[in-house]
């Protein structure tokens, strides 16, 4: 049998094994959209510049939407002989409009068709990204605008630390989100080149004009290495790279959330369509969504580590290790976006339970730092004597069972003599978190200010 792709080289068809492991059609038709686009892009330009006839170049660009109404309504057959979506476009394409798609791959090549095909797709993701961490930071701003008086315990260590405000700690992951947002903003900006018309790995001897292509796919500029051009994969590692962090960012929130809605905290209810059941404890309501946002991070984590050993030790140009892109940039995309998707729904819905955030916000002699800034500013303490004395007067507490508020003055005064009942006036949390003006603390005053300069900032 002679070959169906490479007839003229090849006399024998390729074995069933090195059908499977070469072709890439299975998970490559995902980009037909962005091939098609390219193609009739090249087909443009190739009549512009004279390559072609107009009339090729016409039949070429319809027959390609033809091409891909057939794609998008289910009926195109796919052959996995034809190895990829490329090869399959282009011989549908054939059968379409005749020998002139033949000349469809003048002054190109697959190197830099794959190139430009998988940038577009993965500029379309980083805009779809961008909308979906839009989304989360506008819903963690209605959290944070509602609460942004609430009192709740901050932490470090996971042990009581110092009363914050609710809106505080929402806002904390709007910083962190808004960072994310800007690294896919400068992902897409620097990644938006074309790769078209660096052919094979040398550039072409047809007068193309990559300037004109560039521009019609959205590019600001014709990469200007056409060996860099067709090997590069920077633009998917920096998407895995950026998805990767963000990932991280939506692990450690989703894993406040589950230590949040449990039975030991009850810091927030989560919505019954964000929960899920138990199949033998009636009473349970699980926090699936977050377990699994936490752990489908590993796949993004794993595809960015996949995708740089398969890049690390490749010689330049191009080589069949590459195809190996597509699958780890997909995987980690869809779940990104389910992610992203699944934690704006759960903050959207999620309600914060006050009063039980209030009550621990108390507890664990949290306002003990407002109590050593007391001694310091009212009795012109140092203040490393002043955290000796408050710690005397925890262990005080402690020793009693209670808080720092229900010690008698006269206990107070047993440490240290001076201390006064306007003392009180620092130990509630509320009086606690005010307090903390300063730029970026969690006075209730600073975080609608963040709240505001945020909503500017998203228009
Ligand atoms: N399916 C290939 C890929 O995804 C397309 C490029 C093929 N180029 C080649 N020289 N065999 O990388």
Redesign the pocket.
């Given at each position: 049998t002679s070959n169906q792709m490479w007839g003229g080289r090849f006399a024998a068809g390729p074995d069933a094994i090195m059908e499977a492991i070469n072709a890439?059609i299975g998970f490559?038709k995902r980009m037909a959209a962005q091939d098609i686009a390219g193609s009739r892009a090249h087909a443009a330009m190739l009549a512009a510049t004279g390559i072609v006839s107009d009339s090729d170049a016409e039949a070429m660009r319809e027959g390609l939407l033809t091409v891909l109404s057939e794609i998008e309504g289910g009926t195109f057959e796919f052959s996995t002989a034809l190895?990829?979506i490329?090869m399959n476009v282009e011989a549908r394409l054939k059968e379409i409009i005749g020998d002139a798609a033949g000349r469809l791959h003048t002054g190109r090549s697959?190197?830099d068709q794959?190139a430009t095909d998988f940038r577009l797709w993965v500029r379309d993701q980083l805009d779809a990204t961008e909308g979906a961490l839009l989304a989360l930071i506008g819903a963690l701003l209605v959290q944070a605008e509602a609460g942004a008086d609430w009192v709740m315990p901050g932490f470090t260590h996971l042990q009581t630390a110092q009363p914050v405000t609710w809106g505080h700690h929402m806002m904390a992951y709007v910083e962190m989100f808004g960072r994310d947002l800007s690294r896919v903003r400068d992902a897409r900006a620097r990644m938006n080149e074309c790769p078209l018309g660096a052919a094979a790995l040398a550039g072409t001897s047809f007068p193309i004009d990559r300037e004109m292509t560039a521009k019609a796919l959205g590019f600001e500029r014709p990469s200007a290495n056409s060996l860099d051009a067709v090997s590069d994969r920077d633009f998917a590692l920096e998407f895995l790279s950026t998805a990767s962090i963000c990932a991280m960012h939506l692990s450690r929130m989703a894993e406040e959330l589950v230590i949040w809605s449990s039975a030991q905290f009850r810091f927030v209810a989560l919505s019954d369509r964000f929960s899920t059941g138990s199949s033998i404890m009636p009473q349970k309501k699980n926090p699936d969504a977050a377990e699994l946002i936490r752990a489908k991070i590993g796949r993004i984590f794993g595809a960015n580590v996949a995708l740089m050993t398969v890049m690390k030790g490749l010689p330049l140009a191009?080589s069949?290790d590459?195809?190996e892109d597509?699958e780890q940039v997909f995987d980690a995309a869809d779940n990104l976006m389910l992610a992203l998707a699944a934690m704006e729904g759960m903050v959207r819905d999620m309600s914060a339970n006050r009063d039980n955030l209030e009550a621990a916000a108390g507890s664990g002699f949290s306002t003990a730092t407002d109590l050593a800034d007391w001694l310091v500013r009212v009795l012109g303490m140092p203040f490393r004597e002043a955290h000796h004395v408050t710690g005397s007067l925890v262990a005080l507490a402690e020793g009693k069972g209670c808080d720092l508020p229900e010690l008698s003055l006269a206990e107070m005064q047993s440490v240290h003599g001076d201390i006064t009942q306007a003392v009180y006036d620092v130990l509630g949390v509320h009086n606690s978190v005010a307090s903390r003006t300063s730029y970026g603390g969690t006075a209730p005053e600073q975080v609608r200010v963040q709240v505001a300069r945020w909503k500017e900032i998203l228009g």
């Open positions: 890439s490559d190895e990829d490329h697959r190197n794959v191009y069949k590459m195809q597509k």
